[in-house]
């Protein structure tokens, strides 16, 4: 007989069992970030991703780990440099959340700091190739800028977000070793505190273009430029700036370095000491790169400058080596002409002494090294030197001074590298055009026939080729060799140009 009572009791126990095994599955299916112990981190959202995800610690810590060492520039300036910053890279935290093709804008909201939110657009954070740039100076404050820095022993490096700093500090490279990243990061710590990182498809926005305080046009030596970034624009968005006619970009020159109130002496006005031209670009985060903006001057009475003064592009003052002519053959060279402002760098920071020179650079640095200039409104018949180049009025002065020919009368090929027989035949010609005395006698027999491959030399190029090395301008690549066919390099370049320039001087 069964007892109803104990029927009963085993009844309600097997319930409450029962009970217990499907509260456990439940507690078993539940997401971790929904648990009380794991609060919401980060989230991704917006309308650049398939699905908002929000993440736990525990869910970035699941990520594929990246360790990097960071290196930037904040607005003080002072370098900082990272190390071995670990998180997961950005890019496998937004392949979670499903990135969009479309995606343009990421919006950092940080759950601290003194920022809403910091822009950066998709090809800043995700595209363009960033590094950590060990060479130069030792992290802290910089006594003047440009720094000396380079790109030896540069590291390709991601963006993550490094859980061992700063409760998620967003951590991104340098495209160039001048380039300032914020340094510090302030507006993009605390992102695993609560922070949301917005994915957005709009339009991307431009940067308006930089403008002077002085207008182009014909100023008296001694100016000073100061150039100026959009008014709208914040004090982190960066002028950059190029004095050789090329395009503005990260590793040229930059105007505003330091914050107005912090020390507004590092940005300096350019000075303008002959025929100059500028070009500048808006650049900063969130928005795409302003259009070029160019300014051209021209020296006023060029007949009542002091004898001997040199004119022609000049650049800020560079009291400090590149950092990549340290050892150089040429670096006193290099060095000497950057403070008379006769030649700059490929960048702020770097000269790129082996790279080639063009036709049109050689006679930009020919002119301001010997003081021509064109006479106004004049005229070439070259259809590839159009009238707005930045080349245009140092070949049309070093044509009209009978110094530089082109490939024909209408070509000047102003973009070509320039041959060493071809350098040492113009400076031959500036030579004769700088000397009262006849030059011919200075040619011996021991310099026709020293080098062994005079036979290379073009029969047109030859007696001013030997012209120009008896004259102690131009030298072989050896004590045998002259190498007529190869192209001059920039240090080269640099090197004959300086030794003109004495030789002109004594006479």
Known sequence: ???????????????????????????????????????????????????????????LQALPQKTYTYSGYNHWPALKVFQDMTGPSLQSILDVAGLKDNAT????????????????????????????????????????????????????????????????????????????TGGDCVMIQEMCNGGVIEVLTAPLDQWEAPTADIPSGTVAPGTKVTLKKPDEAADNVMVYYTLDGSEPAYGSYIFNISYPSFRPELNKPVPVNGNLTIKAKTIGFGKLDSETATFQYNIENPENEAEGETAGTAMPALARDFADIAGHWARDEIKALAEKGIIDGVTATEFKPEEKITRAQFAKLLTAALNIKAEQNTGISFQDVPAGAWYHDYVAAAVQAGLIMGYSDDIFAPDDNITREQMAVIISRALKMKSTADLSHSVTEQVINKFKDKGDISPWAGNEIYLAVSCGIVSGLSEDTFAPQVTATRAETAAMILRLMRWSEEQ
């Not at 499907?22 to 959202?45: D, H, I, Q, S, W």
């Not at 917006?46 to 869910?59: L, P, R, S």
Request: hydrophobic share 40%; proline share 7%.
């Open 105 to 180: 804008l990421l919006r950092l909201k940080p759950a601290g700091g003194r920022f809403v939110h910091a822009d950066f657009t998709r090809e800043q954070l995700l595209e363009e190739p960033r590094y950590y740039f060990p060479e130069g100076e030792n992290p802290g404050d910089l006594a003047d800028w440009p720094p000396i820095r380079g790109e030896k022993g540069k590291t390709l490096v991601e963006t993550i977000i490094a859980l061992n700093d700063s409760q998620g500090r967003i951590c991104f490279g340098q495209r160039a070793p001048n380039e300032p």
């Open 1 to 59: 007989m069964i007892n109803s009572r104990s029927f009963k009791l085993h009844k309600i126990l097997a319930a409450v069992v029962g009970l217990s095994m499907v509260a456990g599955l439940l507690v078993m299916a539940v997401p971790r970030g929904a648990c009380a112990a794991e609060p919401a981190a980060l989230t991704v959202t917006g309308d650049g991703v398939e699905k908002e995800v929000t993440f736990t610690m525990a869910d």
